[in-house]
């Protein structure tokens, strides 16, 4: 059954780690706690998670994106782990496969930040879709595992001063949940500030 929101403006968001050694008691997952610590810091108008830790299993990947959307009514869900070229690395394929449209300039602007730290950030193959039903729509981004890469992914590039050098994909998530009919998403900007057009721009709260 769907959440009901008590807040039309309240974001949902779907946090999925995605991990065989983590899902199994191995050791202990980071990326959903680095992925709460990031929005707790970032988000000033209201917010809920629902969360999932599971291996890399492709049909179950896409099962539990499909799920967070439809029925519970997530509006953005972010998956961390499971990116890279090996055998086990399918969450690309699973997001693929529950998406109904691809958002292709998200996957190339975390390879792009990414880059900045690490050459081997051009093995990642991270994608980002919607998911549209007759009611609903969502935006789903797969991230990285570690916690420091998720921060830079999603904060983009500080100078020393703090003043943004290369802007992080969450800067354009909030306008892309307005497209699609989701909250309206409001965030402090010392931490990420978003960009959306004057025309889309509300009054202050």
């Known amino acids: 059954m769907k959440m009901t929101k008590t807040n039309p403006d309240e974001l949902l968001i779907g946090l999925v780690s995605i991990s065989d050694r983590a899902s199994s008691g191995v050791y202990e997952d980071q990326g959903i706690p680095a992925l709460r610590d990031w929005f707790t810091a970032a988000l000033t108008s209201p917010w809920r998670m629902e969360t999932r830790l599971i291996p890399d299993e492709q049909a179950q990947i896409t099962a539990a994106l499909i799920e967070l959307v439809d029925v519970i009514g997530c509006d953005l869900v972010l998956t961390t782990g499971g ?3 090996s055998r086990r690395d399918v969450t690309p394929e699973a997001t693929l496969a529950a998406g109904t449209r691809e958002m ?3 996957g190339e602007q975390m390879r792009q930040i990414s880059l900045k730290f690490v050459p081997t950030a051009i093995l990642s193959r991270q994608v980002a879709v919607l998911r549209e039903t007759e009611t609903h729509a969502a935006l789903i981004m797969n991230l990285p595992g570690q916690p420091k890469s998720i921060k830079e992914t999603l904060e983009g590039l500080k100078d020393a001063e703090g003043k943004q050098l290369v802007p992080g994909i969450f800067a354009a998530v909030p306008y892309c949940l307005d497209l ?6 409001e965030t402090d900007d010392t931490v990420c500030k978003v960009f959306r057009p004057k025309s889309a721009i509300r009054p202050a709260r």
């Open 83 to 85: 990116t890279g070229p």
């Open 104 to 106: 292709p300039g998200f």
């Open 180 to 185: 699609i009919g989701g909250p309206y998403v």
